[in-house]
């Protein structure tokens, strides 16, 4: 089980001080919360992908590459990038040098994207957006597997004998997470490829999210990768901590209730009780974390938001420590009868001792 952070990157006023912060203060402060992530013992920071304000990670494999060389641990990854607005063979590429540069420390969750005006920025339409997804999937993974490609489709110029470069590390692609809110086409893409599922689900109730899980753990076993409780199933969380619950919902109020997001709507009680988010103290957030087993099944990774709707660096530090601090109960209790037949999260070691097996056997 893999425990870890992701960031949306937005650049969000502080309702409480009215400040905002710089870009590059947003950009330094996304680094800072990748390197406490090692620091407590957290396993995977995530970075998202926008190319519009209020949001800055616009190039997730320069900011990844640069938290590669300041940690020796941590798993670098994405949340999520743009499979439909990106051209296939320059993600093959940015990310196989990423894996190199970081030792095979990378996987990636591909996505659509939930920001409407990007497609015609980057020449696409968003009409296209599951074709683009399938599709452009369907190139990358060829890229990654074979030399020498041959490939035509329908939204990019044919390819002739095209090898990206560099090759993947240890000629093992980065694993791939496939990350969606609502399509079941996503879902289906992850389990045919037999890549992991994640589903952000901190906006909408368990049972939206049951019902995409459960039918992407069916069509795993369908495809032949496994049985369905094997499937490789991620999912996201928001936090918010202090020692004393009364505290934490009285500090985080201001910033739900202003968040670009979730504000001005259902009141901070509600979207509590209806959605995985948690306010309260840190024996609050072991608890209702491990109801996420209850509703989903074995799982192999989870992620949580942090530092959104404006929340200072300082806090978010804060918050860091106590998901620290409570990290070893997280992990005993989600040990605590899972079935040994549930793989582990992939990993680029796991992978290659994966393939030299199948090499083994053939």
Known sequence: MQFGVFTVGDVTPDPTTGRTPTEAERIKAMVTIA??????????????????????????????????????????????????????????EDYAMLQHLADGRVDLMMGRGNTAPVYPWFGRDIRDGIDLAIENYALLHKLWREDVVDWEGKHRTPLQSFTSTPRPLDDVPPFVWHGSIRSPQIAEQAAYYGDGFFANHIFWPKEHFQRLITFYRERYEHHGHGAAHQAIVGLGGQVFMRRNSQDAVREFRPYFDNAPVYGHGPSLEEFTEQTPLTVG?????????LTFRDHFGDYQRQLFLMDHAGLPLKTVLEQLDLLGEILPALRREF??????????????????EARAGKADAR
């Open 35 to 92: 390197l406490k992530a090692e620091e407590v013992g957290l396993d995977v920071f995530a970075t998202g992908e926008h190319h519009n304000r209020p949001f800055v990670p616009s190039s997730p494999t320069t900011m990844l590459g640069w938290i590669a060389a300041r940690t020796e641990r941590l798993l670098l990854s994405t949340a999520t990038t743009l499979i439909t607005t990106n051209d296939p063979v320059k993600i093959a």
């Open 281 to 289: 103290s840190p024996q609050e957030v072991v608890e209702k974390t």
């Open 335 to 352: 040990a605590i009868g899972r079935p040994a037949d549930v793989p582990d999260a992939p990993t680029h070691a796991s992978l290659v």
